[in-house]
């Protein structure tokens, strides 16, 4: 397993952008397919983008196409969500998670290691 910090919520306004950062730590860290899930109350936790170890390979959910990006720095061990054109239905908690496999779509019960979440407020 490998230790995740998530950062960069907050409040933004319709349009608006925010990009979260999770920084990763722990043995080969770097070698893991990372994903972005958000959740709000009452609903399952969905995956918004996965990139794989290398960068090759993402995944986005169809929601976010066009306007989510996910990327990652290997030689900073940390993964990037750059999200623009923000809507108030994608305020949620924001998590971050690490997979020793590439799998797409992903599901998160594959997933074993988790961050402990950053808040994302968008208000209309």
């Known amino acids: 397993q490998v230790q995740l910090i998530e950062s960069g919520g907050g409040l933004v306004q319709a349009g608006g952008s925010l990009r979260l950062s999770c920084v990763a730590s722990?043995?080969?860290?770097?070698?893991?397919?990372k994903g972005w899930f958000r959740q709000t109350p009452g609903k399952e936790r969905e995956c918004v983008a996965a990139?794989?170890?290398?960068?090759?390979?993402?995944y986005y959910a169809d929601y976010v196409k066009g306007r989510f990006t996910i990327s990652r720095d290997n030689a900073k061990n940390t993964v990037y969500l750059q999200m623009n054109s923000l809507q108030p239905e994608d305020t949620a908690v924001y998590y971050c998670?690490?997979?020793?496999?590439?799998?797409?779509?992903?599901?998160?019960?594959?997933?074993?290691?988790w961050g402990q979440g950053t808040q994302v407020t968008v208000s209309s």
């Open positions: 722990g043995q080969a860290a770097s070698r893991y397919a």
């Open positions: 990139i794989n170890w290398s960068g090759t390979s993402t």
């Open positions: 998670a690490a997979d020793p496999y590439w799998n797409s779509p992903p599901s998160a019960n594959k997933y074993d290691s």
